[in-house]
């Protein structure tokens, strides 16, 4: 079977690709370096010719309703059996900004012919990345006060994807890591020090960085779901999938 990773350059879309290829699927990457664009109707139109499967993922953007609903009209033209698509877990209250955009995409998904599988994840254990110069420095900020994440390694959402592509899985794939961390106890695993500033604080500190605004104002009302618990529960579903527990996050 051949299935189209839309983002196969990025780092969750190389981990797809490899959990792929161990199954033995036949990879056709979707990268703009290989001449495939979102945006560009004809592009998708190629990219999606004989495809059985596609995994759909795009940039946090206010643009992203469109790019994904163009590549799903494309896999109705191109008679794609399958999406699987990366998605986020509902929060009750949040329904604009980047939540909103994956909840309008989902709807039209349940609405197309083509057969569909979300994957929800938790937050992804890799964002302290983006923070290694605070590690590096011997801290790291976590502005959500005593809520707790149940984060989740990268690789366990690429092989649980890389699942529901070549077992045809349905519906909602909620994924977390095996326990729920609050900030503490992840400065402790990683031996930094926390910095939990107010959200507010934190919301002029990011704007200066010239962050666009309306991702900003996504990302605040995030962690403010996160303070009130709301990302805190564990789900069986990558036991489920996988058949084994899902990777502990930053393992002493």
């Not at 990011?206 to 009130?228: C, I, Y």
């Amino acid at each position: 079977m051949t299935v189209v990773v839309i983002g196969a350059a990025g780092d969750l879309g190389r981990r797809v690709v490899r959990f792929l290829e161990a199954r033995g699927a036949a990879v056709r990457p979707f990268t703009r370096r290989d001449g495939y664009d979102l945006a560009d109707v004809a592009s998708l139109d190629t990219a999606f010719a004989g495809a059985r499967a596609v995994f759909l993922q795009s940039s946090p953007s206010r643009e992203q309703v469109d790019l994904e609903t163009n590549a799903i009209e494309a896999a109705e033209r191109a008679g794609v059996a399958r999406i699987v698509k990366l998605s986020n877990i509902p929060l009750a209250g949040l329904d604009a900004g980047l939540h909103g955009n994956h909840r309008v995409i989902e709807r039209r998904l349940a609405a197309s012919r083509v057969a569909s599988t979300l994957v929800q994840p938790s937050f992804f254990t890799t964002v302290v990345e983006r923070q290694r110069d605070a590690l590096d420095r011997g801290y790291i900020v976590l502005p959500f006060g005593r809520g707790k994440l149940a984060w989740v390694d990268p690789d366990d959402i690429a092989e649980v994807a890389a699942e529901a592509l070549v077992r045809d899985l349905d519906g909602a794939i909620v994924v977390t890591g095996p326990e729920a961390l609050d900030g503490d106890e992840v400065a402790r695993r990683l031996s930094v020090k926390r910095l939990d500033p107010p959200i507010d604080e934190w919301r002029e500190m990011v704007a200066g960085s010239g962050m666009d605004p309306w991702l900003l104002d996504s990302t605040v009302h995030l962690f403010e779901a996160v303070a009130r618990g709301a990302l805190a529960g564990v789900s069986p579903d990558v036991q489920r999938v996988l058949g084994r527990p899902p990777r502990r996050a930053f393992r002493l």
